[in-house]
């Protein structure tokens, strides 16, 4: 098992795609392991060496009790990097991993080259404080199934679920949400999610001069297109692609546009 110790815990991660390529750290978002990037990492393979981790509170990570930081986050992927003999790398951070991200690049900007912020957010409002607080009551109280449920109504668009297939398929994976053989602790989501509001970085953004995009889509309900639009204003060098018809989980619902672009965006980055 590919573990490291960084910033005081054991550190799951993978490599992908040739070692003799340029880094790509792929940092996933709130309740999803490494592993949620396989469809993107089968692209992004083929141009660059790929370092997926699981989040501190997820996967095979250690799961500390207690809140994190998005700024103890970055400092994980920091270690990561320096353990692996990385000087820097491109990175891509998807929701809460956006956030990770943004830290990386303000507390560790020598170790990005550039940034691809996927539904960011800068600072949180107060509905946004209220979701991430639901989404812990949700996962106290509701059974693998239900919590699921509401994950998907918070990330799939209406035309996901008005789409029969789509729909089969989240309710397929409702039904297998009791077989993960690896689910999040309660109080691995809970640290994460203190981490999440508790995000605060928009008085920092302009600090951020590498090339950034973000990216996201316009009926995304969990962080909708205010957010996307403040990071994107604040970050100097910073353009703003928003898919039409699409939620949190845009860069499922556009699988084969979402790849082809980024992974062009990156490779002239």
Known sequence: MPLIKTNGIDFYYEERGNPSTEPLL?????????????PHTLEMEKHFRCIIGDNRGVGLTEKP???YTTDQMADDYAGLLDSLGIEKAKVIGCSMGSTIAQKLAIRHPEKVVSLVLMC??????????????????CKAHLNPKEFTRYIQLLIYSKASWDDDKVAAELAEGRENAHLDPNPQPFHGLVGQAHA????NALEDLHKIK?????IGGKEDIFTPVWMADEVSTAIPNAELYLYEKAGHIFHFENLEDFNKRVSNWLLNS
């Open 26 to 38: 792929m940092i996933m978002g709130i309740t999803a392991p490494g592993s949620v990037w396989e």
């Open 120 to 137: 960011p957010w800068a600072r949180c409002d107060n509905t946004a404080q209220g979701i991430f607080q639901h989404l812990m009551a």
């Open 65 to 67: 009790a207690g809140s």
């Open 210 to 214: 590498q090339k950034t995009l973000v």
């Open 196 to 199: 999440c509001i508790n995000h």
